[in-house]
């Protein structure tokens, strides 16, 4: 799709986006997390909180330079897999949705605490226990199942509404609770090992801001916007939790926090009593006063739990579909609905399983935990993708936002290591775990540590991931890991500085291979080098908007064709002589691709083959063909293949015109001469009009003369060549003629500068589509692109 | 004229409809489906997602008028409102008319799902052509 529809699609604006952040991180965190936070850190577990915001804001930047880069549905899931592989998108596509509906069922239990015991007090039946909590949280849990599978329609409004008077809550209940003057106690009743093991427990109401990331293909102006609304996602919240820390704990006491399922709430109404007194004019009792804060609260709180939950179980839904399309998971399951337009089957799945953490009962705190640690390992590996993608640059990765150069290795480095040691001691208590008593077999068998609950589930979700890829994705996913490239970006061999001579040759087609593989060979081995070789480089394209026929036997045939091809040409280098590399590029855009690979190979030459026909409207030679030859910086040749057995052989003619690549033609048709030995000719052939130019040189001397100057500009004046000059009117025509008495034709770029409408020019390109023999087009370096393309490199790397 | 497809089923559907009164068509049939944008709230399902989905919708319209010589044209359209959306690109295509066919569907489904084919009648400032659901010959 074009560009133009693309902004078309693009409806959110930098208010927007930081609310879909908001309204997912205002969730059941900061309403459910207070009463646990206080009991195993005390007042310390406002450190926790910022911790935790600290961890999410050095993700939020490598985020938000992946998303600029790779602005596709899928959030982190995408990114992982795209560079790292599918061992690693197995791992974080489960992770992330087993993160996302154990966070669904934690936020609905908070639905549930807060809305029966909130109402309790007034309404009587509704009694406050554990089943009842459970019931009204499978209730609203299945409700927004339903809302989502039905597709039943929510604005922007509706939800800038919510998130904006949510805020508004919390920032009064922040405000007042300040003015009633909250009185610390003990700061940091448990040490420091608590407030560090408090971050896993409260990382949960940071995982929001993701929704901003799956969101990226729907930004308006994303380079900016995309990355503010992040951080400030992050920021605005973090602020937030600790200051509901700091009132919550200095008002109540912990014994009081931990008892409630509704800390929010109570602290509200024990604040508010205190003021009382204060409003003027009316008199307002305390009770009444404390029991209006704590309603408000707790509409809230159900508020931002539903909210949450909602986001979350269609983020779900876009980590299946981005699993889908990445072959990891069965299509079937993101299947739009015909009436809803909705993903139907991937929103029921995530119901259902939400809906069984709910009932199995697993408690509020461990869900919690367990989605937390799920998403710091999707934030330890998004910070791997990010020095991977940057090392191995990838064509079609161009993030718009990059993390600043003064911060770079410093963000992902110091968040992948945050990230992995708040699971550490999340997972791991230096306590010996028991894990067979002397009872059973005699002897005690026991591990020095003690890894807790939620490291067990944790690790059981990741080797479910890991045994997903060897049963399922691995015969299907097609591995298209950076990883490589990111560890030798440059290949070793040009570290040595001999200047290897390569080739690029892009193959597509088994039956012209062979002979484009020869020429190629020809032109590298007449290069005094041994190291000479070939780089054979077959693209599977995967257009931006996969069409309908894309089903996996058309892809699995695809791969295996291109194996094919590759291997055949891993033969005929071997039957040749000659060095070669082979290079299967899954990519959205050929053209692009073969660039990328001359420039990271560093190569001298690529050898491209033409049907012979020009393609039709926005192409002039087709539409790999074009950005190639306009656009590599190396020598660049076209070959038209003729009908005889040997292309490349027999009688070979260079054009000798005045162009200023006609030396280059010519050198390549030496090279073919040379390879071939006894069996081939050269002839250098020049066209001149009848009357042109000096009078005292006949247009045969002037002919010869050219002749000669260019094989010395060539430096094949060594070289036994014939001399022929044809004096005609109308030159096109009389070369067009010519070129019938010979095997193979080598003409040079008329054209200079990548501006003209032809690639080659439009002489060389009329013999290439007139002329019945094999045709060869070459052009030397295109100084001028090279040069910008180096600078905007440079740039980017720098930046 | 501009047809608005809404799924797959009423991609086939429509085209039915379309076919049998082909010999009415004159001009360019441009095929037209609206995703449905939430406009700041989450959306249902990811634009690629339902992007992939309308191009299927479009290689069904696409197969079935093949048959026929009627100028095809598709486009995908963006927008909050989906009969809005319609309307004003029938405007902006200078389209003469629009024509679709309506799917049905119970009071309840419509109350949730909303109905399109009414807001597109009662809506729009072009005429509307509502064309019958033809019975299927063959099963699919």
New interface residues.
């Given amino acids: 799709?074009s560009a133009g529809?693309q902004e078309?699609?693009r409806?959110?604006g930098f208010l927007?986006a930081y609310?879909?952040g908001l309204g997912t991180m205002i969730g059941a965190g900061i309403f459910v997390l207070p009463s646990i936070a206080a009991n195993q850190a005390g007042p310390a577990s406002m450190v926790s909180f910022f911790f935790g915001g600290m961890v999410s804001l050095l993700a939020a930047l490598s985020l938000s330079e992946l998303a600029t880069g790779m602005p596709?549905?899928?959030g982190s899931y995408y990114y992982v897999n795209r560079a790292l592989g599918p061992f690693f998108g197995s791992i974080v596509g489960w992770g992330m949705w087993a993160g996302l509906t154990f966070a669904s069922a934690f936020y609905m239990i908070g639905f549930g605490q807060y809305f029966l015991s909130g109402l309790g007090p007034y309404i009587p039946f509704l009694a406050e226990s554990e089943l009842g909590i459970t019931v009204a949280a499978l209730v609203m849990a299945a409700m927004l199942t339903g809302v989502?599978y039905?597709?039943?329609?929510?604005?922007?409004?509706?939800?800038?509404v919510i998130v904006l008077s949510l805020v508004g809550l919390i920032l009064a209940f922040l405000a007042l609770g300040a003015l009633s003057g909250p009185t610390i106690g003990e700061f940091n009743p448990s040490g420091w090992p608590a407030v560090a093991a408090t971050i896993g427990t409260v990382y949960v109401s940071f995982i929001g801001f993701e929704?901003i990331a799956?969101?990226a293909?729907?930004i308006k102006n994303p380079s900016r916007n995309l990355p503010l609304a992040m951080i400030a996602a992050v920021v605005t919240p973090t602020l937030m939790y600790v200051g509901v820390m700091w009132v919550s704990t200095g008002t109540l006491s912990i014994g009081a926090l931990d008892a409630s399922n509704i800390p929010v709430a109570d602290v509200a109404a024990e604040f508010l009593r205190g003021f009382a007194s204060a409003i003027p004019f009316v008199s307002v009792s305390p009770g009444a006063l404390g029991a209006a804060g704590s309603i408000a609260m707790i509409v809230g709180a159900v508020l931002a739990t539903i909210s949450s939950a909602?986001?979350s179980i269609?983020?779900a839904?876009?980590v299946n579909?981005?699993m889908g399309?990445d072959k990891i998971l069965v299509e079937w399951l993101?299947e739009?609905h015909?009436?809803?337009?909705?993903?139907y089957r991937s929103?029921t799945a995530t119901g259902v399983i939400t809906l069984v953490l709910i009932a199995v009962g697993a408690g509020i705190g461990t869900l919690a935990e367990v989605a937390s640690f799920m998403y710091l390992v999707t934030y330890a590996l998004v910070h791997v993708a990010v020095v991977v993608l940057r090392r191995a640059e990838p064509a079609d990765y161009e993030p718009t936002f990059q993390i600043p150069s003064v911060l770079y290795p410093f963000v992902p480095i110091l968040g992948a290591l945050a990230c992995l040691a708040v699971l550490f001691q999340m997972v791991v208590a230096f306590e010996p775990m028991v894990l067979l008593g002397e009872g059973v077999v005699g002897v005690e068998i026991a591990l020095p540590f003690t890894i807790s609950i939620v490291g067990i589930i944790g690790i059981g979700i990741i080797a479910a991931g890991v045994a997903w890829y060897y049963t399922y994705a691995r015969d299907r996913a097609p591995s298209q890991s950076l990883v490589g490239d990111a560890i030798a970006p440059e290949p070793a061999a040009a570290a040595d500085g001999t200047g290897q001579y390569r080739v690029v040759v892009p193959v597509a087609n088994p039956e012209t291979e062979r002979d484009l593989l020869r020429m190629a060979a020809a032109s590298a081995h007449a290069h005094e080098d041994d190291d000479a070789e070939l780089i054979a480089v077959n693209v599977i394209e995967v257009p931006q908007?996969?069409?309908?026929s894309q089903d996996v036997a058309f892809e699995e045939e695809r791969v295996q064709r291109q194996q094919e091809l590759l291997s055949a040409a891993r033969d005929i280098a071997a039957e040749l002589d000659i060095g070669l590399r082979t290079r299967a590029i899954v990519g959205r855009d050929t053209g692009s691709v073969i660039l990328d690979v001359i420039e990271a190979e560093d190569a001298d030459h690529v050898f491209l083959g033409w049907k012979g026909s020009r393609s039709t409207r926005e192409h002039v030679l087709g539409s790999t063909i074009d950005p190639v030859v306009g656009r590599a910086s190396c020598d660049a040749t076209l070959v038209k293949l003729g009908p005889e057995e040997t292309p490349g052989e027999g009688d070979i003619m260079v054009l000798a015109g005045e162009g200023p690549h006609a030396p280059v033609a010519a050198r390549r048709a030496a090279e073919f001469v040379t390879t071939a030995g006894e069996d081939a000719t050269l002839t250098l052939l020049n066209v001149q009009q009848p009357e042109d130019g000096d009078e005292d040189q006949s247009p045969q001397e002037r002919g010869e003369a050219l002749i000669d100057d260019l094989a010395e500009r060539a430096g094949i004046e060594y070289m036994q060549y014939d001399q022929r000059v044809v004096v005609a009117e109308d030159v096109e025509s009389a070369i067009l003629e010519a070129a019938d008495d010979y095997d193979t034709i080598c003409v040079g770029a008329t054209r200079s500068g990548p501006v003209t409408q032809a690639v080659f020019g439009s002489v060389p390109e009329a013999v290439g589509e007139a002329v019945d023999r094999t045709v060869v087009m070459a052009r030397g370096p295109e100084e001028s692109t090279m040069s910008i393309r180096e600078a905007i490199a440079h740039r980017l790397s720098v930046s | 004229m501009i047809v608005p497809i809404a799924s797959k089923s009423d991609a086939r559907a429509t085209t039915r409809a379309l076919a049998s009164h082909v010999d009415s068509v004159a001009g360019t049939v441009v095929a037209v489906h609206v995703i449905e944008k939430a406009g700041g709230a989450p959306d249902k399902a990811s634009i690629e997602q339902r992007e992939r989905d309308t191009e299927e919708m479009f290689d069904i319209v696409r197969t079935q008028l093949e048959a026929y010589d009627v100028d095809l044209e598709t486009e995908i359209l963006y927008g909050t409102d989906v009969a809005e959306t319609i309307v004003e690109a029938a405007h902006e295509m200078d389209a003469s008319s629009i024509v679709f066919t309506p799917r049905g569907g119970s009071r309840w489904v419509r109350l949730l799902a909303g109905d399109v084919a009414l807001s597109l009648i009662s809506g729009s400032d072009l005429p509307v052509v509502v064309l019958p659901d033809e019975p299927e010959e063959d099963d699919e």
């Fill in positions: 799709m529809d078309l699609a409806d959110l927007e609310t879909i596709k549905a899928g989502n039905y597709g039943v329609k929510e604005t922007g409004s509706l939800q800038n929704v799956t969101s293909e729907e909602n986001a269609l983020s839904a876009r579909f981005a399309r993101n739009v015909d009436r809803f337009r909705t993903p929103i908007q996969t069409s309908l």
